[in-house]
């Protein structure tokens, strides 16, 4: 167990819906890592958090938007939903401001199917 | 662009028969490289960190080497619980320190 929690494990919607994921970090962990891993991508980072502020932006569309609040959990939220953003989306925490020679402690995962 | 290229993306060994796992990176000063594990069903597990060529780093059957250009994973006298996929990511220098993943490899070792 890595300590980071995201819920919820599955999460199965229709196009054009919205969504949110949540992710708890490990006790301790200030920054937060959202990442999306489809089979034809690989693991690709969406962005990241640290105390509350975004710190860094990856390959994240304009629909999906995230944020941390004061007790540091995150929160990914998804709309306008595509077939294309059926994937799974993992949160990693680390307690640095930047992962410099720091490793990343994932969740599970939610695994997303839009239909 | 950093990227990193993991080879082969499949491997099946039978228990005992040892490999390795290669990861190739092109990256503007290695800041650190970087080897997790990854079940069916959950997140990636962290294994190592290596910084500079010439670096080498163990942990029980695994043992992970880092060139210039490409890192190995080792793996010697394989059992079924090795089974995952392997996946390697790389740290550039300079301003950005998100770590850009490979694809991983897929491991199947047989009994």
């Known amino acids: 167990d890595s300590g980071v929690t995201q819920t919820p494990k599955h999460l199965i919607t229709a196009t054009g819906q919205r969504v949110t994921l949540r992710c708890s970090p490990r006790?301790?962990?200030?920054?937060v890592y959202w990442y999306q891993q489809s089979l034809d991508q690989g693991l690709q980072f969406l962005i990241h958090?640290?105390?509350?502020?975004?710190?860094a932006k990856g390959n994240i569309l304009e629909r999906f938007s995230a944020q941390q609040f004061p007790d540091l959990h995150s929160e990914l939220n998804l709309s306008s939903l595509e077939l294309g953003d059926s994937a799974l989306y993992f949160c990693a925490s680390s307690v640095a401001a930047s992962a410099t020679n720091e490793k990343l402690f994932f969740g599970s995962g939610t695994q997303l199917s839009v239909l | 662009e950093d990227q990193v290229t993991q080879s082969p993306e499949a491997l099946r060994l039978q228990e005992g028969e040892s490999s390795s796992l290669n990861c190739s990176y092109t990256v503007s000063g290695l800041r650190g490289l970087f080897w997790y594990r990854q079940d069916p069903g959950k997140g990636p597990e962290f294994l190592f960190t290596l910084y500079s060529a010439g670096e080498e780093k163990e942990k029980e059957r695994l043992k992970a080497t880092l060139t210039k250009k490409e890192s190995f994973l080792h793996i010697t006298a394989p059992k079924p619980e090795d089974s995952a996929t392997y996946l390697c990511?790389?740290?550039?220098?300079?301003?950005?320190?998100?770590?850009?993943f490979g694809r991983g490899t897929s491991l199947i070792v047989h009994p």
């Open positions: 958090y640290y105390n509350g502020e975004e710190r």
């Open positions: 006790s301790g962990d200030l920054s």
């Open positions: 990511a790389v740290q550039a220098g300079g301003g950005s320190y998100i770590p850009t």
